[in-house]
């Protein structure tokens, strides 16, 4: 199973509300990540996760706030959000880096965000 | 910073033809380079890892090669067909000491095969 599961695929909020995006794998990758992709651009990194511990944020604004509950599952929680946070959000795992291991990277279909 | 450029910007061939996408990036400091696909409002999919150690990898019709001393990563694609379609993006992940858990994208090449 190399399969990322993301929900829901579509969401549309108001700039008051609160949702989640989740994000579940089962390949028993340590190392979980939340990318921001804007129409015709590449991935953005926001949030890595190494071991269920938050390893990196790239800065994102507050009113983005990750979540690692286990092993397998990935939360994004969304408050107050803003029209130009409307985009593409992906999760993707990977196995932790190092001991021969490639890193290589698996990516959920995506949430589509749009807020009004 | 890490840099990584993609060039050409977009591409149209005819079914059939044999094609070349490019991938220059500025560090040469890296741990792997990733080539993935993306169709229009997808995720993306994995074609190809290559380590840094390595020089070319191959899946199918597609063929990576990685020179780390230049910058530079080549995707080819042999006989072309209209489902190869998608964008392709090269991503470069750094050093397991210099941030090994980033991934650079490049901007993209919009690949269209025609019938």
């Known amino acids: 199973d190399t399969e990322v599961t993301q929900t829901p695929k579509h969401l549309v909020m108001g700039m008051t509300n609160k949702k989640s995006l989740k994000c579940e794998q089962h390949m028993g990758h340590r190392a979980m990540y939340w990318y921001k992709q804007k129409a015709k651009k590449p991935p953005e990194l926001m949030f890595v996760y190494s071991y269920e511990k938050l390893s990196i944020n790239e800065s994102v604004p507050s009113r983005f706030s990750p979540e690692c509950p286990n092993s397998s599952l990935l939360n994004l929680h969304l408050h107050a959000l803003q029209p130009e946070d409307s985009a593409l959000y992906l999760c993707?795992?990977?196995?932790?880096?190092?001991?021969?291991?490639?890193?290589?990277?698996?990516f959920g279909e995506g949430s589509r965000l749009t807020v009004l | 910073k890490q840099e990584v450029t993609q060039i050409p910007a977009a591409l149209s061939v005819p079914e059939g033809e044999n094609l070349v996408l490019n991938c220059s990036f500025t560090?040469?400091?890296?741990?792997?380079l990733q080539w993935f696909r993306q169709d229009p409002g997808k995720g993306l999919t994995s074609l190809l890892l290559i380590q840094s150690s390595q020089r070319e990898q191959t899946s199918g019709r597609l063929n990576a090669s990685l020179d780390k001393s230049s910058g530079r990563s080549t995707l080819y694609i042999a006989a072309s067909q209209p489902g190869d379609s998608a964008t392709y993006l090269c991503a470069v992940r750094g050093k397991l000491t210099g941030g090994g858990n980033k991934l650079t994208f490049g901007t993209g090449t919009q690949l269209k095969v025609e019938l």
């Open positions: 560090d040469s400091a890296i741990y792997n």
């Open positions: 993707a795992s990977s196995p932790y880096l190092g001991r021969g291991n490639t890193g290589e990277l698996f």
